[in-house]
């Protein structure tokens, strides 16, 4: 299957700094990815859906300012936690489905990142 | 209501067992429906997908679809220790991509 690759698998950072993800489609070109978050024992939730090209979709809640989605390219999107709080300690995970597969088709995961702010 | 539901559990069945796993949507136009497991502290992975009514197998598992009742199961037999983790049904129409909020199985040897 599709490959997604996300970095770094673990980060922790202090409160007040940014932390950058990275999510790459490995073996085929992504137009759109997703973004999630995952608390202990809850599900995931979808922060955004990311765009190659064009703005990021935020849910609703989700601050925009706090969280920057770029898209830069097929293969990349990036989520930046800037200026992270503890409150924003969690696991972070992005993925994206393969275009060339057809429409409404199963979504590739990345490993998911692990945010610590202390 | 919430876009997909499942009971969060723990469903706990004895190694051997089937192991019945439930999960309702609310969006009609929903078309296709996955069924995704997830260790702790892991990334989810794609079990099962499922696209018109009916069931459909595959090894041990097999996913159930009635788009009328807007009702997707996962049946997982000869249930092993190795299958307990929490299990996310996942739904998407024309665009976003939404899971429930997974069931947990334990499966007890």
């Known amino acids: 299957g599709a490959v997604v690759s996300q970095h770094p698998s673990r980060v922790i950072c202090k409160s007040g700094t940014s932390v950058k993800i990275e999510c790459r489609s490995l073996d085929f070109q992504a137009t759109t990815m997703f973004w999630y978050r995952q608390f202990p024992k809850q599900s995931l939730m979808l922060m955004a859906t990311s765009n190659e090209g064009s703005k990021a979709t935020y849910e609703q809640g989700v601050e925009k300012d706090k969280f920057l989605i770029n898209h830069a390219s097929l293969t990349l999107s990036t989520l930046t936690v800037t200026s992270a709080h503890p409150e924003d300690s969690s696991f972070y995970i992005c993925?994206?489905?393969?275009?060339?597969?057809?429409?409404?088709?199963?979504?590739?995961f990345g490993q998911g990142t692990r945010l610590t702010v202390v | 209501q919430k876009e997909v539901e499942q009971n969060s559990g723990p469903l706990s069945v004895p190694e051997g067992a089937i192991a019945s796993l439930n999960c309702t949507y609310s969006d009609r136009v929903s078309q296709s429906f996955f069924w995704y497991r997830q260790y702790s502290g892991k990334s989810p992975e794609l079990i099962m997908s499922?696209?018109?009514?009916g069931d459909k197998e595959d090894g041990r598992f097999t996913a159930q679809l009635n788009k009328a009742s807007q009702y997707v199961s996962l049946l997982i037999r000869d249930s092993q220790p190795s299958d307990s983790a929490t299990y996310l049904c996942a739904v998407t129409g024309t665009y976003k991509y939404i899971f429930g909020t997974g069931t947990r199985l334990k499966v007890l040897a």
């Open positions: 499922i696209y018109s009514n």
């Open positions: 993925s994206a489905r393969d275009p060339s597969r057809g429409g409404n088709t199963e979504a590739f």
